[in-house]
């Protein structure tokens, strides 16, 4: 057997993949998040035999909740929203070891609780663990947490051991540039970049990570992977849902800042980014920042490179629901977007004259999230003129990352008769008939590799700074002119006017996807 290190790029969810025996300590525990993502995952990390055999999981917040109690409710979050069924063994496993912590998040002392309660469990099993804390609470009290965590000493580096103590940060990272610099800083006066994991779930997802096997392991992509061959690119991220109960949330936040900022752009980091001389973290988050470094700064303002639209009331899989306005929890004359489109263009050698089009919208006619790169079309000497009989289009090579999940591409094809008639077809792979639809979900992966150490496929604080740098003067803009340029767009369509005029101006359209 070869004694090459195995790459957890390459091994993914690999059972070769040992983690150190860890303790995950989830900041916000009776939150959402936990019960929606976390701790479905670590049970089913658990089923999977993912986790260390020391592991243990420690709930806190500011709610006193005895220790049974946090795990029944944890129970019933995987009944809810685990992908699979509650196993009384499997989750057993893990419940034998799960406990809560209750205190402040700015609470000094109930940090030096919480690193008593971590050395009680070092001393049961008689061995040091790796400290990996999930900061899920809202944004305000990240930087409390991060400050705690070094005034306690639970963010050492080193425990004695090779193991790190290691932080998880949720989104959004900051709410404009100077916020993120500022959140940054703070990070950094406790933590070593090493030990920071700042989560973009999307970048957890199947399809997102085939988008990288898909260009570096596949030879026809990369020659027509540039401004000679590719006319344009579109990136949506499309959602049916509205607000929901969100709204308190939401109001602060908005499409550019919850969709745009981190995980659109992060589809187009991967799409344009050069080749990284490895598969290695740093080689991948190096390529990111240059490409999104490369972006040209955004002409704002009427006619300039971006829309934003609220949604209107509409239909819905055949219901009516509710415009924005209307929405609980939302101000009357709100100035929040739920739906923004950019147009980008990338100063660099590959990218020059290929306009990228990124959107997203809540309540839009169909959730899907494509990267759709169109080629240029053909020279039209010999299918030209005759349009009736030639119904050419431009070939399309679509990643569709959900739901679907799958690549297909558009080519144009002679239909079968005894004259030459054209036609586009579809090309379609699919993951769901290739490989069966039980893939992992992105949170799995995200709390496995951050275990090992893996941070590939985690933010580095310079891309959330790169990426705030293109989009906070877009905020500004738009908080200067309060809702003066704010289109509408009718709940289940697929977007405002404005957003078809920036790709007009061009001669290009929105897919369908
Ligand atoms: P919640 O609003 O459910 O809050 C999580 C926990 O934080 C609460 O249970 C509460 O715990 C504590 N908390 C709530 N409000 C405050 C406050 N004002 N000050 C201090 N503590 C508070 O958040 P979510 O679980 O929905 O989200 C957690 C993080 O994950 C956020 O940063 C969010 O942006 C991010 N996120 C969430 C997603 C989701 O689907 N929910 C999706 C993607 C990211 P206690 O009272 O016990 O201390
Ligand atoms: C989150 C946003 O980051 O992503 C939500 O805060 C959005 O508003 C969600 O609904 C979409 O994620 P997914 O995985 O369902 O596409």
Redesign the pocket.
């Known amino acids: 057997m070869s004694d090459t290190p195995r790459h957890p790029f390459l091994h993914g969810l690999s059972k070769h993949r040992g983690a150190p025996p860890t303790v995950v300590v989830i900041f916000?525990?009776?939150?959402?998040?936990?019960a929606?993502?976390l701790i479905p995952a670590v049970y089913n990390l658990s089923h999977d035999n993912l986790l260390p055999a020391d592991f243990h999981l420690v709930g806190y917040?500011?709610?006193a909740i005895p220790d049974g109690e946090f795990r029944s409710l944890a129970a019933d979050a995987i009944k809810e929203f685990s992908r699979r069924e509650l196993n009384g063994e499997v989750w057993e496993r893990v419940a034998a070891h799960t406990t809560y912590v209750a205190g402040g998040?700015d609470e000094r002392a109930a940090f030096d609780r919480l690193a008593q309660h971590i050395d009680g469990i070092e001393k049961k099993i008689g061995r040091d663990v790796q400290r990996l804390f999930y900061i899920?609470?809202?944004?305000?009290?990240f930087a409390p947490i991060i400050m705690n965590l070094g005034a306690s000493g639970l963010a050492a580096k080193h425990l004695g051991t090779p193991l790190h103590a290691k932080v998880i940060i949720?989104?959004?990272f900051g709410k404009d540039l100077t916020s993120a610099r500022e959140l940054n800083g703070t990070i950094r006066s406790v933590f070593e970049e090493h030990q920071v994991y700042r989560i973009d779930?999307y970048l957890g997802k199947e399809t997102v990570q085939d988008l990288l096997v898909q260009r570096f392991a596949n030879a026809i992509f990369e020659p027509l992977w540039n401004r000679n061959f590719i006319d344009s690119v579109q990136i949506t991220v499309a959602e049916e849902v509205g607000v929901g109960s969100r709204g308190g949330?939401y109001e602060q936040s908005g499409c550019l800042r919850d969709m745009i900022q981190n995980h659109t752009m992060q589809l187009l980091a991967l799409t344009a980014m050069e080749p990284p001389g490895s598969l290695d973290a740093e080689a991948i988050r190096d390529e990111k920042v240059k490409v999104l470094k490369a972006i040209q700064p955004l002409t704002i303002g009427p006619a300039g490179d971006v829309a934003r639209a609220q949604y209107g009331a509409g239909m819905m899989s055949g219901k009516s629901v509710p415009g924005y306005l209307e929405e609980e929890g939302i101000q009357p004359q709100s100035n929040t977007e739920t739906y923004a489109a950019l147009r980008l263009s990338i100063n660099n050698w590959r990218w020059q004259g290929v306009p990228f089009y990124l959107r997203s919208g809540k309540r839009m006619a169909r959730r899907v999230s494509e990267i759709a790169i169109n080629f240029r079309r053909p020279p039209g000497t010999l299918f030209a003129g005759e349009t009736a009989r030639f119904d050419l289009a431009a070939n399309t090579l679509s990643f569709q990352i959900q739901p679907d999940e799958g690549l297909s591409l558009i080519l144009n094809t002679k239909v079968p008769g005894l004259e030459t008639r054209t036609q586009p077809v579809k090309m379609s792979f699919r993951y769901a008939t290739t490989f069966g639809s039980n893939t992992a979900e992105a949170y799995e992966r995200l709390v496995l590799d951050a275990m090992i150490g893996d941070g590939t496929l985690f933010i580095r604080g310079d891309e959330a700074e790169a990426s705030w740098k293109l989009c906070t003067p877009v905020l500004d803009y738009w908080r200067s002119v309060g809702r003066t340029g704010m289109d509408t767009y009718a709940a289940g369509s697929w977007g405002p006017p404005s957003a078809d005029a920036l790709l007009a101006k061009q001669a290009h359209c929105w897919r369908q996807p």
Do not use: I, N
């Open positions: 916000g525990a009776s939150g959402d998040l936990t929606r993502k917040g500011r709610k998040y899920s609470t809202p944004p305000s009290v949720e989104k959004p779930h949330y």
